[in-house]
């Protein structure tokens, strides 16, 4: 039960923040294909480490592929957020 606990919060510490810079890089004019492109790598990386976690005998390279994917998803959708919007000027801070 202990385990299904620790997967079930994980999922709910990253996913909302994933699926809310999806959110934001698609009505930022992100092309089709690389919003479906990072929201499978995110889903592929939560379900890989879903997976090494929920094992009895923990499987480290599930759990780390899961959070490098993860944080890839996260990266190229905070990256095309940063790129337009010093694309657009409304960068001020330069």
């Known amino acids: 039960m202990l385990r299904a606990i620790r ?12 699926l809310l810079l999806l ?20 889903t592929i990386g939560r379900l890989s480490h879903a997976y090494g976690v929920s094992q009895e005998d923990e ?4 759990r780390v592929r899961g959070i490098s994917l993860t944080f890839t998803a996260f990266v190229a959708s905070a990256g095309f957020l940063l790129f337009v919007a010093v694309r657009n000027g409304t960068q001020r801070f330069l």
């Open 7 to 18: 997967v079930h919060s994980n999922f709910a510490e990253y996913v909302p923040f994933g």
């Open 59 to 62: 499987q480290f390279q599930y």
């Open 23 to 42: 959110y934001l890089a698609e009505i930022q004019g992100a092309p089709s294909a690389a919003v479906h492109g990072v929201g499978l790598c995110l």
